[in-house]
């Protein structure tokens, strides 16, 4: 531990890849994921703070700007990779849209409390790209994803098995206290009001809510799939120890995943990316994999048809969500999308169009056209961009026969948790918010690193 907290303020001892200033941003980005990702129990059980998750992230940037001051340089050259530079733009459009805000009389915590929670955490992509240029911290944090995954799936498990089956009061776990408590979901929070009572909640997750949990659990089990579903075995010891472990813990999990999406949170959205990766990734991967898959799926299937005790949690969950939304709207497009977006835009003031409007919200089930509406057209395409570049990005890296075997994995991982993250979008959009924001700028900061050290490589190559 002493060498991350030894600074050493001359050039050649900072700032280098192995400097002091480095290492500590490297160790401060790995606690914060781990951090974000546990913060609701972390609240409940150690330090009852909302403003735990924006500690470390402001003290990395501090570290990055002194290491910015001594290098004595900073611009946006024109060697940046596509993708470097439109989070650049994404950043630059998130401090415009502050001032436009404050310019239109929107209170100064609220303009800046949107920024934070969409915005601020791209500063990881650029944190990422400068501390794990070495395949080694890459797979630090490979390993933090995975044991992040675990936990998630492991503890709604537990959760299910004490409260749904054995009969424990859901108050057993802190962290269901802590949302009860501060949810305004919940009768009986600090607030008031609330629509669901404590004792009839659903399965919550480590995350806090169903659809919460579900969607990390999902996109973190898509950027770990290519590692517990493996091709070959011809990995070096220096990797990953998750390459190590026979194929078959790789499909117990998948099979344990499935049955948390499908039987105890039951979200719709990520039934549909589950089988999403089931089919997609082995296509990047090796062939015989989907028929594994396949088998898998219909697996679950069969076990639904032949057994009460699922077809009653499935009717259940199905009554559940007749009962949110009027059944006479459930065969239309009403309820998904209520208003006409393209009609609203064209009918915006012309700053309004490109920069969003804060009033405006889409009380439609597609988050996408929510943002869209209040961030602007300009958010969308910058936001679609890093989507189709970072996929591309993965693309090429993949194909490229220098690229090492962990780096290759690294990229098809890349492309499943972009492919979830993308498809959560169409409907709940946790990645605009903690953790799954955090985590995907750290992954396309890896991605980029990779992409541009075989891009360089490839360069000498056309030149000898």
């Known amino acids: 531990m002493d060498r991350y907290l030894n600074l050493y303020l001359d050039r050649e001892r900072a700032i280098g890849p192995k400097g002091s200033i480095i290492r500590l941003m490297r160790m401060l980005l790995f606690v914060h994921i781990l951090i974000v990702s546990f913060q609701i129990p972390f609240r409940a059980i150690v330090l009852d703070t909302t403003y735990i998750r924006d500690i470390l992230p402001f003290t990395i940037v501090f570290l990055l700007l002194g290491l910015v001051a001594i290098s004595g340089s900073f611009g946006i050259k024109r060697s940046y990779s596509l993708l470097e530079k439109l989070f650049f733009g994404y950043l630059l459009l998130g401090m415009l849209l502050v001032i436009f805000w404050l310019l239109e009389g929107i209170h100064v915590v609220d303009a800046f409390r949107v920024f934070r929670n969409h915005f601020f955490p791209v500063i990881l992509f650029f944190i990422a790209k400068k501390t794990l240029a070495s395949s080694y911290y890459r797979t630090t944090i490979v390993n933090i994803f995975f044991i992040i995954a675990l936990t998630l799936l492991l503890m709604s498990l537990v959760e299910y098995i004490l409260i749904k089956i054995i009969g424990y009061s859901p108050y057993v776990f802190p962290w269901n206290r802590d949302v009860f408590m501060t949810s305004e979901r919940y009768i009986g929070n600090e607030g008031g009001g609330g629509y669901i009572l404590p004792e009839s909640s659903p399965i919550l997750g480590l995350l806090g809510w169903p659809h919460a949990t579900a969607a990390t659990l999902m996109s973190l089990i898509a950027f770990c799939y290519p590692y517990i579903i493996k091709t070959t075995t011809n990995f070096t010891q220096s990797l990953s120890w998750i390459v190590r472990c026979p194929n078959w813990i790789g499909y117990s999990i998948l099979v344990l995943t ?26 990047f991967t090796k062939g015989k994999n989907l028929r594994k898959n396949i088998i898998i799926a219909l697996f679950l299937f069969i076990i639904v048809l032949n057994n009460n005790t699922f077809q009653s949690i499935i009717i259940s969950k199905t009554i559940e969500g007749l009962e949110e939304i009027n059944v006479n709207q459930a065969s239309t497009l009403y309820s998904l999308i209520p208003a006409n977006p393209v009609a609203d835009l064209v009918n915006r003031p012309i700053v309004n169009i490109f920069l969003g409007n804060w009033n405006y919200y889409y009380t439609g089930e597609i988050r996408l056209l929510t943002y869209t509406a209040n961030l602007g057209l300009v958010w969308f395409f910058l936001f679609a961009g890093i989507f189709i570049v970072g996929f591309f990005y993965a693309r090429k890296v993949i194909s490229n026969r220098f690229v090492k075997p962990f780096d290759r994995l690294f990229a098809i991982g890349t492309i499943g948790l972009l492919s979830v993250c993308f498809l959560d979008m169409g409907h709940y959009a946790r990645v605009m918010t903690w953790p799954m924001i955090d985590m995907l700028m750290v992954c396309l900061g890896g991605l980029v690193v990779i992409y541009d050290n075989h891009s360089k490589i490839k360069r000498r190559l056309q030149v000898l």
């Open 258 to 283: 499935g049955v948390a999406i499908f039987f105890i949170f039951g979200v719709k959205m990520h039934m549909v990316t589950y089988i999403f990766v089931l089919l997609l990734l082995p296509f």
